[in-house]
């Protein structure tokens, strides 16, 4: 296979292996590497020679770090419809990996973001190792967790995801462990022998001997403040509660929010509490779709982007730029339904169960 290939798709033994195979972009997804998984999932599921599957990324510095954010700018940027193709095709695999019907072990070595989160956090035997950095930051460039990190953050313990996906704090194994976002620790030095011994025996029986104790993290100690803080009903309120605790690191959380987009720190609470009350996950993939469809066309995408990935000046110019200015009419556009044709129409919720393996 050629190196140049963005996913690289092999059979070793047992395993189907997927490689994100873009180092120099730290394996950003693009639109074609989406529909790549997609075609290597949907062979394997049916094919008896491939009992296991695992994902991993090329390079040193992490498995994915998201979308491919500079297209997502452009497209926003000439009022295109790209983005919304490409959302539309990921958010269907990441529904495709939640569902799959064999063992999905997702390697989530350095830094899983976004999108990164997307192909990994939905599977079924999640690694983690210390350099895992897992985070959704999409609040700091204008947008709102999507490719179902709100409805894995909604189902955080407490109010740990609303603190995640409000301030995209990033957070290692052990955190990543207790929010749901993982299931088990590996060093990362043993990631390559587990591969190899996934490619032999069963997915049980490989990750027997690599299993142990994450590093200690940091967010069971925090778990006062941030249940109290983050349980308000708006994020004017979520803020004055942080800046009351009297607590440091609640006071740079707070210090952290008032940089985000305010639309998108609104709109992102919104749908953490839609995606507590919507049920599976394909419903929750269908609103956020909504919501980043919406985002299209929100000066803040275009601006937040610029800042941080184009212009890098880190000073975004949001509009509107404060929190009170937001009002109810601006969050619930995000969420308006997109009509029939436009809707990202997912399994009906009567035919969703869980698929044991």
């Excluded at 994020?235 to 210090?255: D, F, H, M, Q, Y």
Aim: aromatic residues 6%; negative net charge.
């Amino acid at each position: 296979m050629s190196g140049e290939e963005e996913v690289l798709v092999r059979v070793e033994g047992r395993a189907g292996r997927l490689v994100l195979n873009r180092p120099k972009a730290l394996n950003a997804l693009s639109h074609a590497m989406v529909l790549r998984i997609e075609e290597a999932l949907t062979a394997w599921r049916e094919d008896p020679a491939v009992e296991t599957v695992v994902i991993s990324g090329a390079g040193e510095r992490g498995l994915c770090a998201g979308g491919d954010i500079r297209a997502i700018y452009e497209d926003a940027r000439t009022g295109g419809s790209a983005s919304a193709d490409f959302w539309r095709d990921e958010y269907r695999l990441n529904a495709l990996i939640a569902r799959y019907p064999k063992p999905y072990v997702a390697l989530m070595d350095g830094i899983v973001m976004g999108g990164g989160v997307g192909v990994s956090a939905h599977g079924a035997v999640r690694i983690v190792t210390e350099r895992s950095r897992v985070a959704m930051p999409e609040t700091g460039i204008g947008f709102v967790p999507d490719v179902g990190g709100t409805y894995l953050l909604a189902l955080a313990p407490g109010e740990l995801g609303t603190h995640l996906a409000l301030t995209g704090a990033p957070v290692g194994a052990a955190d990543a462990l207790l929010c749901g976002l993982a299931d088990h620790f590996v060093p990362s030095e043993r990631l390559g022998a587990l591969a190899a011994d996934l490619a032999r025996v069963p997915v049980h029986d490989a990750l027997t001997p690599y299993v142990g104790p994450a590093p200690d993290g940091e967010l069971a100690s925090h778990r006062e403040w941030i249940d109290h803080c983050y349980a308000a009903d708006t994020v004017e309120e979520v803020l004055a509660r942080l800046l009351a605790s009297g607590v440091p690191a609640a006071k740079e959380a707070a210090a952290t929010l008032a940089a985000k987009s305010p639309t998108a720190l609104k709109v992102t609470l919104a749908a953490l509490r839609g995606a507590r009350r919507l049920g599976p996950l394909e419903r929750v993939l269908e609103q956020e779709y909504r919501v980043s469809c919406a985002a299209l066309s929100s000066p803040d995408l275009v601006e937040g982007i610029r800042a941080q990935v184009i212009d890098k000046d880190r000073a975004p110019r949001w509009s509107p730029a404060r929190l009170a200015e937001v009002t109810e009419a601006d969050t619930a556009r995000y969420f308006a339904p997109l009509g029939d044709r436009n809707e990202l129409a997912l399994v009906s919720t009567d035919s969703l169960q869980e698929v044991p393996w």
